[in-house]
């Protein structure tokens, strides 16, 4: 009876201590502890999962799946600096003009913005007579007869002289007109080229007051074309003075058209363009002459 009263005590004590020992390990603060490190380990985790994803976002290129843009640069020009012309970017300062090079006839121009630089070269002769630039035949009217000979001294001897003489040698350009309205051209110029003339070919052209072609009164026609005949050597001057026609309305001429027929059978034609001027008018008919100097 007292061993079984010893057996049943022992148990007790057993179940009491095991008892004990479960309650410990499991209270409501042990298990805050565990919950509160299981969770700060699970957010060191997540933080640096972030970072490791962060890093890897960074890396790729804002243009990622996309051709990276090369521009296609123009050159720069006089108004605006280099351009892509894909994007219209700009880049630099603005060019220097792009210029077409001046010729015989135009000045040098810019390809771009049109700025005129200069004025036109001219023709240049070479060794053949032609021009270095354009090839143009150089033998003009110009380079062959000087202007009309006329000034002023020369216009008061002739004037004052008229009457008495018969022939004057200094050329006044003009056309003197009769009391029948016959018109006389007075004409003189000087051979200025190195080769011999033989003969001149003229067309005089008939003007009125206001400027505006004007008839003659027995042809009808507006200009009278001539022929003087030489030879005409070189530096030699000639003077001539002849009835071309009458015109009440005519008031001055202009010789326009003209060819110069050399001595070695060349020829050259053009436009001579100079305008009578101061012209007279007498009661009487001025003598023709003729004379080479």
Not at 68 to 73: D, R, T
Request: hydrophobic content about 35%; glycine content about 8%.
């Amino acid at each position: 009876m007292k061993k079984a009263a010893l057996l049943i005590t022992a148990i007790l004590i057993c179940l009491s201590l095991y008892a004990c020992s479960d309650t410990k390990t499991n209270t409501p603060a042990d298990k805050t502890a565990v919950t509160e490190a299981e969770t700060g380990a699970v957010a060191v985790t997540e933080a640096e999962t972030e970072a490791e994803s962060a890093t890897e976002i960074s890396a790729v290129p804002a243009t990622e799946g996309t051709t990276a843009h090369v521009h296609q640069w123009s050159n720069a020009t006089c108004l605006a600096p280099r351009t892509c012309k894909d994007c219209g970017e700009t880049e630099g300062a603005t060019g220097e003009h792009t210029s077409k090079k001046a010729t015989c006839t135009q000045p040098e121009e810019c390809r771009v913005c049109g700025e005129i630089r200069g004025e036109a070269l001219g023709c240049t002769a070479g060794t053949d007579g032609n021009c270095i630039r354009c090839e143009k035949t150089l033998v003009t009217i110009e380079t062959v007869l000087s202007a009309p000979i006329d000034t002023l001294a020369e216009l008061n001897t002739f004037v004052h002289g008229y009457f008495s003489q018969h022939c004057y040698m200094i050329g006044n350009f003009r056309l003197i007109f009769n009391t029948v309205d016959g018109i006389y051209l007075s004409w003189g110029a000087r051979n200025i080229s190195d080769k011999e003339i033989e003969s001149i070919i003229y067309k005089l052209e008939y003007f009125d007051v206001y400027g505006n072609p004007a008839r003659d009164d027995i042809t009808g026609l507006t200009s009278f074309t001539g022929q003087l005949f030489g030879p005409f050597e070189p530096g030699k001057r000639f003077y001539f003075r002849k009835i071309v026609g009458y015109g009440s309305r005519v008031r001055y001429g202009q010789i326009t058209d003209m060819t110069v027929i050399f001595s070695d059978g060349t020829q050259v034609s053009g436009w001579y363009g100079y305008k009578t001027w101061n012209n007279i008018r007498t009661e009487d008919s001025p003598n023709e002459c003729y004379i080479i100097e």
